[in-house]
């Protein structure tokens, strides 16, 4: 479980607030979904949560314990994070990517190798793969590898930032797919910011609506369509009717 309270984050010496008191539960098994527009304090929310970030103020927890009172170390294991714009190293081969964690916690080789063969085939790539670097591979397969990445260490929590972003739309939502079949398997906690309606609506079991720091709404898909809590949240999803109507019989299929 993650749970944040009253969490603030200010840059500038306080000029200037990138998250405003927010208050997000996210249970064991669930996909919330962030959704906001640019700069609105996603990443920043994120990034707090294993510490990329220190907050200014206010309380995070995961799996019940103050993530400031935990060695950093234990607390990454235990949070796979995929970065915004992928974010792979360049001179490092997609397997030593995908295993980077496991290297830096002295796993051996071996063991290493069988974790990026067992990821590979998790997120639908073919083996060859292992021994390529990133530059080798298309946009869309890397988000894949920084996926693979992320759930390398069997993180209990996943932090996945804008994970199929920049992609084209028949590829996003295979990979949306994708990520609901694997979700399925593997249950686990959590959150996934995306600025896309239409990929929240697919993924999400609960939304979170930011907008300029703060949460304006939490609640189930339903609820934020037909309910919207803020004049902000009903302007964001009254998108073109068509584009909710396709969503509402896809999801009824
Ligand atoms: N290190 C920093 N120093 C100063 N301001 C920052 C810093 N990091 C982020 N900000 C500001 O905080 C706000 C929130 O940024 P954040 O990256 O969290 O937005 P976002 O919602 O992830 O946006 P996007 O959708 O474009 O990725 C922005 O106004 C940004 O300029
Ligand atoms: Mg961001």
């Known amino acids: 479980m993650i749970r944040m309270q009253q969490v603030s984050k200010t840059f500038d010496h306080g000029q200037t607030f990138a998250v405003q008191e927010v208050n997000l539960e996210v249970a064991d098994g669930e996909t919330l979904v962030l959704l906001g527009t640019s700069g609105c304090g996603k990443t920043t929310t994120l990034k707090m ?3 990329l970030v220190e907050p200014s103020s206010g309380i995070i927890e995961v799996d019940g314990r103050n993530v400031m009172d935990c060695p950093l170390q234990k607390l990454r294991r235990n949070i796979g994070y995929a970065f915004q714009g992928v974010g792979l190293f360049p001179h490092f081969t997609v397997g030593e990517n995908i295993t980077i964690g496991l290297r830096l916690d002295g796993r051996p080789k071996k063991e290493r190798l069988a974790r990026a063969r067992e990821m ?19 946009g869309g397969q890397q988000q894949r590898v920084g996926v693979a990445r992320a759930l390398a260490g069997a993180p ?16 996003r939502d295979t990979l949306q797919k994708e990520y609901l079949k694997l979700q399925r398997e593997l249950n686990k906690t959590v959150i996934f910011v995306t600025h896309d309606i239409i ?9 979170a609506v930011m907008h300029a720091g703060r949460i304006e709404q939490v609640g189930s898909k339903t ?4 309910q919207p809590a803020t004049d902000f949240v009903r302007h964001l999803f009254a998108k073109p009717a068509e584009q909710l109507r396709d969503y509402w019989e896809a999801m009824h299929e």
């Open 49 to 51: 949560i294993n510490r």
């Open 120 to 138: 590979l085939a998790l997120v639908a790539l073919e083996e060859e793969f292992i021994d390529r670097y990133p530059h080798q591979l298309s």
């Open 156 to 171: 209990k929590n996943l932090l996945m930032d804008e994970p199929f972003g920049a992609l084209d739309a028949i590829t």
């Open 199 to 207: 990929e929240a609506l697919t993924v999400a079991d609960r939304i």
């Open 223 to 226: 609820e934020i369509l037909q």
